[in-house]
């Protein structure tokens, strides 16, 4: 099967401008998650879609990140306006279904540097 | 706080040599811990999980709650397992009323001939 599509895979930007990632998780698969992954560290959660619901955005900075899945399967992440500290990979993941021991399959991330 | 430690940030072994990757957790609930992957140049992957019991490509962790701990470990470790490993953490009310993954800052596993 086809696995988690994600674009672009590199993004350069300047501080202050905006910019959008792109996500299409498994055909099928229910739930969405956005996590952010500084260099060093484990992916930390941003946002969790099960269909076009938010089930939880408590970890999403909500003043310049946002984020949608309109019909429940395609996704889009927006920074507006980039800080130098949101350089990162953005991963994109999916899962069948909402349970805690259902696998969450990867995308193959988008690395964004704010300069 | 939830959280998970991995203690090593690297971890260099000999082929055929045993290799022991650390995990520990702070979770009040009832934990669900895995071990995702990641080998160079691929994505991010499930690598085995607490509930199955089961070993994936030679490796094996048990969840041992008294310690907290879910150490990942291999009697006698190859080449191909040179990557990334991360432990994670899910559970009821880590987060708002998700299903999200805690994970550990990541050790790298280096197996030489």
């Known amino acids: 099967e086809a696995g988690v599509a994600q674009s672009p895979r590199y993004k350069i930007i300047e501080k202050r401008q905006s910019v959008a990632f792109w996500c299409n998780p498994i055909s099928g698969h229910a739930t969405l998650y956005w996590y952010q992954q500084i260099l060093g560290q484990g992916p930390k959660l941003l946002i969790q879609?099960?269909?076009?619901?938010?089930?939880?955005d408590s970890q999403l900075p909500k003043d310049r990140f946002s984020a949608e899945r309109l019909k429940g399967v395609d996704s889009t992440l927006k920074i507006q306006p980039a800080k130098l500290e949101d350089s990162a990979v953005y991963l994109c993941a999916s899962s069948l279904g909402t349970g805690l021991l259902d696998e969450q399959f990867f995308g193959p991330g988008t690395r964004l540097t704010v300069l | 706080a939830q959280r998970v430690t991995q203690p090593e940030k690297l971890l260099s072994v000999f082929k055929g040599a045993p290799v022991e990757l650390k995990c520990n957790y702070s979770?009040?609930?009832?934990?669900?811990l895995f071990w995702y992957v990641q080998y160079s140049r691929q994505r991010l992957q499930l690598l085995l999980r607490h509930i199955s019991r089961e070993s994936i490509k030679g490796f094996t962790a048990d969840l041992n709650k008294g310690e907290t701990s879910f150490h990942l470990k291999k009697p006698f470790a190859q080449e191909e397992d040179s990557a990334m490993y991360y432990c994670?953490?899910?559970?009821?009310?880590?987060?708002?009323?998700?299903?999200?993954?805690?994970f550990g800052k990541g050790t790298t596993l280096s197996v030489s001939s």
């Open positions: 994670a953490l899910s559970g009821q009310g880590l987060y708002q009323a998700g299903t999200a993954l805690i």
């Open positions: 979770y009040s609930g009832s934990p669900e």
């Open positions: 879609f099960q269909n076009n619901g938010v089930v939880d």
